[in-house]
C-alpha cells in the first residue's frame, strides 16, 4: 500500500493523461533522421561511430544491477547527454528520465510536452514518454510514469545535479523507493573516454594552448586584468574553441593568490606574477589549463623559490600517473616537493579533478581517493602555492592514463617566463 503524499506535498489528483501522442521510433530511425553535428554542444558521434550510445547504456545497467539499483533518474545535464547525445536544457519545467536497469525495459520519460519532438527525433533508445504542458502541470504524467515504474525498490539520482524541484514528485509518487547516489553507477563509466572522446580533449587543449601565445605575447605592463582577459576570450574562439563557458581567470601580483578568485579591473605592474586559468570546449569536451608568468622584469627570490617547487610538484604529479596507481598516490606525490620546499600550508585546494563534458567530474586526485587509475582516464595536474597578500603560482596540465603510463595532452612551456619585457 502507498503512503499518503509527504506534509506539504500536492495531492496531485488531476485527470490521467494519455501517455505520448509521438509515435515510437526505433534507434535506427532516430539516428537516420538526426542531423550530424546538429547538437550545440559539438557532438561528433551519431552517424558517424555507430554503437557508442548502445555500449554506453549497456556498461550503465551492468553498473545497476552489481550495485543492486533497480533504476537510475537522470534531469537535463552532461550525464544525461553522455547517454543520449543531445543537450536538453535544465530549466523551470521539471524533466527526469528514468533509466531501468533492465536491459530490455524502455526507459520511461517524464517530459515537457514542448521538449518530446525533440526527444522523438534524436534519441536512439526504446523509450515510454509521459509528455506534460503548461496548463496542466506534471503531477498526472509524474503519476503515470511512477505506475510504470512500480516494481523498483533502489532508484539511483544525481546527488550533484538533481534539484528539490524533481526530488519532490520522486518523494510524492515514488514515496517507498530508497534513494541511492547516482555517481557510484555514472562515474565509472565516463570517466573511461572513447578515441573520440580523447581526440576532442586533444583538440581542446591545443586550442588553449595557441590561444595562450597569442595573448600572452601581447602582455605589457600597465595593461588591466579585465583586457587580458577579453583578449584571451577573443584568442580562444578565433582559435577554434567553441565557447568559453567559464570566464577566465586572469590574476596579477596578490590577486594570484585566490585559487577561485576572480578577474579584476586591477593595472598589471612590472614584477607581478601573472595567472591564467581557462578552459574552452571542442566536441563539448573540456580542457582546462593554467600557466603563471611574471611580467616585465626578473623575479625576485622568493617567486623564483615558489615556482620552482610548484614546477616539481606537477613533474612529480605527472611522473605518478599509471595504470594501478591510485588517485591519492598522484595527490601526494604532486604536494611532497611542495611540502619539502618549506611551503606546504599554502598549497591548499586538491592536485586535480577529472575532465570530460564537465570541467570538474571523476576522478578526483585527492588524499582519501583510492580510485585505481586505469587506462584512458583524462584528469588535470594542477599543484599551487597562495600566499596571502603576495600572490600565488599555478601551473596546470591534462593528462591521459596510458597502457604504460601517461601522456600530458598539455605541452605549453611550464619553466618561469618573463613576458612584457
Given at each position: 500500500?502507498?503512503?499518503?503524499?509527504?506534509?506539504?506535498?500536492?495531492?496531485?489528483?488531476?485527470?490521467?493523461?494519455?501517455?505520448?501522442?509521438?509515435?515510437?521510433?526505433?534507434?535506427?530511425?532516430?539516428?537516420?533522421?538526426?542531423?550530424?553535428?546538429?547538437?550545440?554542444?559539438?557532438?561528433?558521434?551519431?552517424?558517424?561511430?555507430?554503437?557508442?550510445?548502445?555500449?554506453?547504456?549497456?556498461?550503465?545497467?551492468?553498473?545497476?544491477?552489481?550495485?543492486?539499483?533497480?533504476?537510475?533518474?537522470?534531469?537535463?545535464?552532461?550525464?544525461?547527454?553522455?547517454?543520449?547525445?543531445?543537450?536538453?536544457?535544465?530549466?523551470?519545467?521539471?524533466?527526469?528520465?528514468?533509466?531501468?536497469?533492465?536491459?530490455?525495459?524502455?526507459?520511461?520519460?517524464?517530459?515537457?510536452?514542448?521538449?518530446?519532438?525533440?526527444?522523438?527525433?534524436?534519441?536512439?533508445?526504446?523509450?515510454?514518454?509521459?509528455?506534460?504542458?503548461?496548463?496542466?502541470?506534471?503531477?498526472?504524467?509524474?503519476?503515470?510514469?511512477?505506475?510504470?515504474?512500480?516494481?523498483?525498490?533502489?532508484?539511483?539520482?544525481?546527488?550533484?545535479?538533481?534539484?528539490?524541484?524533481?526530488?519532490?514528485?520522486?518523494?510524492?509518487?515514488?514515496?517507498?523507493?530508497?534513494?541511492?547516489?547516482?555517481?557510484?553507477?555514472?562515474?565509472?563509466?565516463?570517466?573511461?573516454?572513447?578515441s573520440a572522446e580523447i581526440g576532442s580533449l586533444r583538440r581542446a587543449v591545443q586550442v588553449l594552448e595557441t590561444a595562450l601565445e597569442d595573448v600572452v605575447s601581447s602582455v605589457r605592463p600597465g595593461m588591466i586584468e579585465r583586457e587580458i582577459c577579453n583578449r584571451l576570450t577573443s584568442a580562444v574562439l578565433q582559435s577554434g574553441g567553441e565557447m568559453v563557458p567559464l570566464e577566465p581567470l586572469v590574476q596579477s601580483g596578490p590577486n594570484a593568490a585566490l585559487p577561485h578568485g576572480r578577474t579584476e579591473e586591477r593595472r598589471v605592474e612590472a614584477g607581478d606574477m601573472l595567472l591564467i586559468d581557462f578552459t574552452t570546449t571542442v566536441g563539448g569536451y573540456y580542457a582546462d589549463m593554467t600557466r603563471t608568468f611574471v611580467v616585465g622584469k626578473q623575479p625576485d627570490e622568493r617567486l623564483h623559490d615558489v615556482?620552482?617547487?610548484?614546477?616539481?610538484?606537477?613533474?612529480?604529479?605527472?611522473?605518478?600517473?599509471?595504470?594501478?596507481?591510485?588517485?591519492?598516490?598522484?595527490?601526494?606525490?604532486?604536494?611532497?616537493?611542495?611540502?619539502?620546499?618549506?611551503?606546504?600550508?599554502?598549497?591548499?585546494?586538491?592536485?586535480?579533478?577529472?575532465?570530460?563534458?564537465?570541467?570538474?567530474?571523476?576522478?578526483?586526485?585527492?588524499?582519501?581517493?583510492?580510485?585505481?587509475?586505469?587506462?584512458?582516464?583524462?584528469?588535470?595536474?594542477?599543484?599551487?602555492?597562495?600566499?596571502?597578500?603576495?600572490?600565488?603560482?599555478?601551473?596546470?596540465?591534462?593528462?591521459?592514463?596510458?597502457?604504460?603510463?601517461?601522456?600530458?595532452?598539455?605541452?605549453?612551456?611550464?619553466?618561469?617566463?618573463?613576458?612584457?619585457?
Amino acid at each position: 500500500m502507498r503512503r499518503p503524499p509527504r506534509s506539504g506535498a500536492k495531492p496531485c489528483k488531476r485527470k490521467l493523461r494519455s501517455q505520448s501522442k509521438f509515435p515510437r521510433r526505433t534507434p535506427a530511425q532516430a539516428a537516420a533522421t538526426h542531423a550530424p553535428d546538429s547538437n550545440a554542444y559539438g557532438n561528433e558521434y551519431f552517424g558517424k561511430e555507430d554503437g557508442v550510445f548502445d555500449q554506453r547504456l549497456r556498461d550503465l545497467r551492468q553498473q545497476l544491477r552489481v550495485r543492486d539499483i533497480d533504476c537510475l533518474a537522470l534531469v537535463p545535464g552532461f550525464n544525461l547527454q553522455y547517454l543520449t547525445g543531445e543537450n536538453f536544457f535544465l530549466l523551470e519545467r521539471p524533466f527526469i528520465a528514468f533509466i531501468p536497469a533492465d536491459e530490455d525495459a524502455d526507459w520511461i520519460i517524464m517530459i515537457p510536452e514542448l521538449e518530446a519532438p525533440a526527444w522523438e527525433r534524436t534519441v536512439p533508445f526504446k523509450a515510454t514518454l509521459f509528455p506534460w504542458t503548461d496548463e496542466n502541470g506534471p503531477d498526472d504524467a509524474m503519476r503515470q510514469a511512477a505506475e510504470k515504474l512500480a516494481g523498483i525498490s533502489t532508484l539511483g539520482v544525481e546527488y550533484l545535479r538533481m534539484r528539490v524541484l524533481e526530488q519532490n514528485l520522486i518523494s510524492c509518487f515514488l514515496p517507498d523507493v530508497r534513494i541511492a547516489m547516482g555517481e557510484a553507477v555514472l562515474d565509472p563509466v565516463r570517466m573511461h573516454k572513447d578515441s573520440a572522446e580523447i581526440g576532442s580533449l586533444r583538440r581542446a587543449v591545443q586550442v588553449l594552448e595557441t590561444a595562450l601565445e597569442d595573448v600572452v605575447s601581447s602582455v605589457r605592463p600597465g595593461m588591466i586584468e579585465r583586457e587580458i582577459c577579453n583578449r584571451l576570450t577573443s584568442a580562444v574562439l578565433q582559435s577554434g574553441g567553441e565557447m568559453v563557458p567559464l570566464e577566465p581567470l586572469v590574476q596579477s601580483g596578490p590577486n594570484a593568490a585566490l585559487p577561485h578568485g576572480r578577474t579584476e579591473e586591477r593595472r598589471v605592474e612590472a614584477g607581478d606574477m601573472l595567472l591564467i586559468d581557462f578552459t574552452t570546449t571542442v566536441g563539448g569536451y573540456y580542457a582546462d589549463m593554467t600557466r603563471t608568468f611574471v611580467v616585465g622584469k626578473q623575479p625576485d627570490e622568493r617567486l623564483h623559490d615558489v615556482y620552482a617547487a610548484v614546477q616539481a610538484a606537477n613533474r612529480a604529479g605527472r611522473e605518478a600517473v599509471r595504470p594501478g596507481a591510485t588517485c591519492q598516490d598522484v595527490d601526494r606525490a604532486a604536494r611532497k616537493p611542495i611540502i619539502d620546499a618549506g611551503f606546504g600550508e599554502y598549497f591548499i585546494h586538491r592536485t586535480g579533478h577529472g575532465l570530460g563534458l564537465d570541467v570538474h567530474e571523476a576522478p578526483g586526485i585527492v588524499e582519501g581517493n583510492e580510485t585505481i587509475l586505469e587506462e584512458d582516464m583524462v584528469f588535470t595536474i594542477e599543484p599551487g602555492v597562495y600566499i596571502d597578500g603576495w600572490g600565488g603560482v599555478r601551473i596546470e596540465d591534462n593528462v591521459l592514463v596510458t597502457s604504460d603510463g601517461h601522456e600530458s595532452l598539455t605541452t605549453f612551456d611550464r619553466s618561469l617566463r618573463i613576458i612584457g619585457a
